[in-house]
């Protein structure tokens, strides 16, 4: 399958031509280390609050204890979680 480019009046859009089949999603929760570039990720089938907590104990353990961490996050539900 291939992406089909806009047209204007029949569609607004990048479209896909029949063939396509979708085969599922995945959510990635990922950081970078602006001081050395190293990437902190997760691959998750969901999208939740658990999720974040998890990717946030994994960035934890990258560090050593007495490192501070800084995140910047947008305002997406599942950032706030308990």
């Known amino acids: 399958s291939e992406e089909l480019p806009p047209i204007p009046g029949k569609h607004p859009s990048v479209t896909r031509d029949y063939e396509y089949k979708r085969l599922g999603t995945?959510?990635?929760l990922a950081g970078i280390d602006l001081h050395n570039g190293v990437v902190t990720e997760i691959v998750s089938r969901?999208?939740?609050s658990d999720d974040?907590?998890?990717f946030l104990k994994k960035l934890d353990s990258s560090y050593p204890r007495e490192k501070k961490i800084r995140l910047i996050?947008?305002?997406l539900r599942v950032h706030t979680s308990d």
């Open 52 to 54: 974040f907590i998890t």
């Open 46 to 48: 969901t999208h939740n």
């Open 73 to 75: 996050l947008d305002n």
């Open 26 to 28: 995945l959510s990635l």
